[in-house]
């Protein structure tokens, strides 16, 4: 650019919004990408976010439903609900090694202290996912339409499973939950949108 342009450090609310975009390379120097930024950009297959961006806002990238791979930058401290809602191509989360908030375990998006699991992809692979131990809340559509998974054993840890949370998975055939989870509470949305005849377990019992 020519001098006196003045650089771009944030993508507003709902700026790309339903866009036609296909590839995306966010210039270097944004660090805010806010709520709704690229939502309902269902061509945009393609997106490189740099490394200065430090906050990812709420549904920033829901319905991107062609996006099949994300790149969490090690700088992002701060990611909103649901990001990645209606991601129905997404196969897999990475995140920088070096991120201090934020950690991608086989694909799978977790808070860095593995207490909040915030996405597990759509398009991965695999039939059963069990939840690691010591994980505490199910985030807002952590497994919303995810196209393979038929079980899912929940680990006593997990206290909060927040809207949508497993809603819309219509290959899901068993919840598990793996001990006697005391202070359990499960929206009830997040049990919305199953196929009929889901079997909710606890420790192997119906």
């Known amino acids: 650019g020519h001098s006196g342009a003045i650089p771009v450090t944030v993508i507003g609310e709902s700026a790309f919004s339903c866009h036609p975009l296909e590839s995306v390379v966010i210039p270097e120097g944004v660090e805010i990408i806010e709520d709704f930024a690229f939502h309902g950009c269902e061509s945009l297959s393609e997106l490189v976010i740099p490394e200065g961006v430090d906050s990812i806002g709420n549904m920033a990238f829901s319905l991107c439903s062609s996006l099949k791979e994300m790149y969490i930058p090690d ?92 809603a819309g998975s219509k290959c899901l055939k068993r919840i598990v939950f793996l001990g006697s989870n005391p202070g359990l509470y499960v929206e009830p949305s997040a049990l919305s949108f199953l196929t009929e005849g889901v079997v909710f377990e606890r420790d192997g019992r119906e």
């Open 75 to 166: 700088m992002v401290m701060s990611i909103g609900s649901a990001p990645f809602s209606g991601c129905s191509s997404l196969e897999y989360i990475s995140v920088g090694a070096g991120n201090g908030d934020y950690i991608s375990i086989d694909g799978v998006l977790f808070t860095r202290d593995m207490r909040s699991m915030i996405r597990y992809p759509s398009m991965k692979s695999g039939k059963e996912y069990v939840i690691p131990e010591g994980v505490e809340s199910i985030d807002r559509t952590a497994f919303m339409k995810c196209k393979e998974l038929e079980v899912i054993p929940v680990p006593e840890s997990v206290i909060f499973v927040d809207k949508f949370g497993f």
